[in-house]
Nanobody
Framework: QVQLVESGGGLVQPGGSLRLSCAASGFTFSRFGMSWYRQAPGKERELVASIVSNDGMPNYADSVKGRFTISRDNAKNTVYLQMNSLKPENTAVYYC?????????WGQGTQVTVSS
C-alpha cells in the first residue's frame, strides 16, 4: 500500500527549471521527514535536500544551495523539489524518500537530463 510516485522529470536546457513532485500514499505523510536524493551514472547516490515533518529545517547539499528549494504540502501528501538554474552536472535519476522512526520508503526515481 505504501507508495511514493515521482513526477516532473524530463529534459531541460542549461539554465532552465524543473519542479519535481513526489506523491505519497499508504502512510501518515505529515509525520515523515522527506528527502530528495539523486544518482548520476557511475556515482554514488547523494542527498540533495531534506525537510522535516513540521515543514521547518530544510537542508541542502552545498552544490544546490540557492538554486533548489524543497517544500511539502501535507494536505496533498506531496513533497516538491523546485530546481532552478540547472546545470549539466545536475543530470541524474532523482529519488524521493520518506522516513519516520523505523520506517523508510523510497520512490522509483525520475530521470532529469540537463542538456543543450
Amino acid at each position: 500500500q505504501v507508495q511514493l510516485v515521482e513526477s516532473g522529470g524530463g529534459l531541460v536546457q542549461p539554465g532552465g527549471s524543473l519542479r519535481l513532485s513526489c506523491a505519497a500514499s499508504g502512510f501518515t505523510f505529515s509525520r515523515f521527514g522527506m528527502s530528495w536524493y539523486r544518482q548520476a551514472p557511475g556515482k554514488e547516490r547523494e542527498l540533495v535536500a531534506s525537510i522535516v515533518s513540521n515543514d521547518g529545517m530544510p537542508n541542502y547539499a552545498d552544490s544546490v544551495k540557492g538554486r533548489f528549494t524543497i517544500s511539502r504540502d501535507n494536505a496533498k501528501n506531496t513533497v516538491y523539489l523546485q530546481m532552478n538554474s540547472l546545470k549539466p552536472e545536475n543530470t541524474a535519476v532523482y529519488y524521493c524518500k520518506a522516513v519516520w522512526a523505523v520506517y523508510e520508503y523510497w520512490g522509483q526515481g525520475t530521470q532529469v537530463t540537463v542538456s543543450s
